[in-house]
C-alpha cells in the first residue's frame, strides 16, 4: 500500500470512531429521556374516562404494555381484541396492559361499552402527545405501543397495528 492509501484508511477509521463516540453519546441521551417519559406516565394525573382518578402506583414493579390508541381509530379498534386476549394470557405473570385513549372521554366510553377490555383504560388528556413523543413515537401516529420494564426501562416500542409474537417476546425479554 502507499502512503494514500494509508491515509485514507487512517481517516475512514477515525470517522468512524467520531461517529461511534456522537452516537453512543446521543444513544445515552435517548434512553435517559425515555426514563423520564417512563416516569411522566407514573407521575401524570391519569382519568378512567366516567373522570375517576387511576392510581398508577398499582403500576409499578409490573411489565408495562402502553397502548396509545383511539376509537377513531382503525388499527387501533383492530387489534384492541388481541391485547384483551394477552393481558387474559400475562394476567398471573407481572404483566399489565394499559390502554391510553387519544380520543374525548364520551367516544371512549360509547367504544368501551360496544367492545369492553380487560384492561384499564386511561385518558391520554393534553399530556399524551408528550408522552408518546418523549417515548419515541416522533410521528405522532397511532395506534403506539410501548414496553417497560419491572426496572422502567423501555424494552421495546411499535408504531402501528401490534404483531403478537414480536410482542409476546418483547414482553418475556422484559424479566
Given at each position: 500500500m ?6 485514507t ?22 434512553r ?13 394525573e ?6 375517576k ?8 414493579g ?20 388481541q ?26 366510553r ?35 405501543t ?20 414480536s ?6 425479554s422484559?424479566?
Amino acid at each position: 500500500m502507499n502512503r494514500r492509501q494509508w491515509i485514507t484508511i487512517i481517516g475512514i477509521c477515525f470517522l468512524a470512531l467520531m461517529a461511534g463516540a456522537f452516537s453512543s453519546h446521543w444513544f445515552s441521551q435517548n434512553r435517559a429521556v425515555n426514563e423520564e417519559a417512563v416516569k411522566a406516565v407514573f407521575t401524570n394525573e391519569w382519568q378512567s374516562p366516567d373522570g375517576k382518578a387511576i392510581n398508577t402506583s398499582a403500576w409499578e414493579g409490573k411489565v408495562l404494555v402502553l397502548n396509545f390508541w383511539a376509537s377513531w381509530c382503525p388499527p387501533c379498534v383492530e387489534e384492541m381484541p388481541q391485547l384483551d386476549q394477552l393481558q387474559r394470557q400475562f394476567s398471573g405473570k407481572n404483566v399489565l396492559f394499559v390502554g391510553i385513549a387519544v380520543d374525548s372521554p364520551s367516544n371512549v366510553r360509547d367504544f368501551l361499552k360496544k367492545t369492553p377490555v380487560s384492561y384499564p383504560i386511561v385518558m391520554g388528556g393534553m399530556n399524551a402527545s408528550s408522552i408518546y413523543k418523549s417515548l419515541g413515537n416522533t410521528q405522532s401516529a397511532l395506534p403506539y405501543t410501548v414496553v417497560v420494564s419491572p426496572q422502567g426501562k423501555v424494552i421495546d416500542t411499535k408504531l402501528g397495528k401490534i404483531d403478537e409474537d414480536s410482542l409476546k417476546k418483547a414482553i418475556n425479554s422484559a424479566f
